[in-house]
């Protein structure tokens, strides 16, 4: 492998371990509070910058990473697109997620293609990776679109909606994270026997987990002042 891949991925995979253990500090530190408002930074900038690399990996080097392409733009809109729901309010905003909202729909529909394609070969795998894998990032990027759509068309929204698309977007990028670690690529470095156990499944549905409990303290209370686009 040539050297500018070795140290692609290598960076890769260490903003994307440092995006892993901060991400979790985020997550289950008190919300708003000053350790989650300073993991949450370093998440973004960690996830942010693990995303385009995996993302320029892709590109060089398709096979075996054409999945990391398209899960690299995923990531990287989505810890974007949180970033901005925070900020909805800010002017020019609104364009930001029209740029976004396109990228995830054409990401969507490569990653539609790519999946169908992999259902017509012998295996059903295409470039290592099965048809279920690129549905799967297919379904995240649809909906990724559909929020898109939802701050880009709605006249105001609430300081808790825009609080509750701000905990999805990035619990779904921690999620991708995490998943990438664990049970995708990364996985190759835990021995057989611990992979059998299904134990390395067990992050990323803590994280859904949380991001259900946190949702729900979001969305429980009365509804409060509304901000304006």
Known sequence: MPALDVLTLLAHVALGTLAVVVGAIALGSRKGRKTHVSAGRIFVLSMGLASLLGALLGAMKYDPYWLTLLAGI???SFVTSGVLAVR???RRAKNWFVAIAG????NAAGLMTAGWYATTLPDARLFGFAAEDYFFLFGMAAIAFCFDVRM??????????????????????????????????GATVFPDAVRDT???SLPELTIVLLMLFWLWRTLRHPRPAVAGL
């Open 74 to 76: 995923l990531g990287a």
């Open 88 to 90: 909805i309010h800010v």
């Open 103 to 106: 990228l995830n729909v054409l």
């Open 152 to 185: 880009i068309f709605a006249a105001q929204i609430s300081n808790r909606h825009r609080i509750a698309q701000h905990l999805v977007r990035m619990c779904i990028g921690f999620f991708i994270a995490a998943g990438s670690a664990f049970t995708g690529p």
């Open 198 to 200: 299904g134990v390395l």
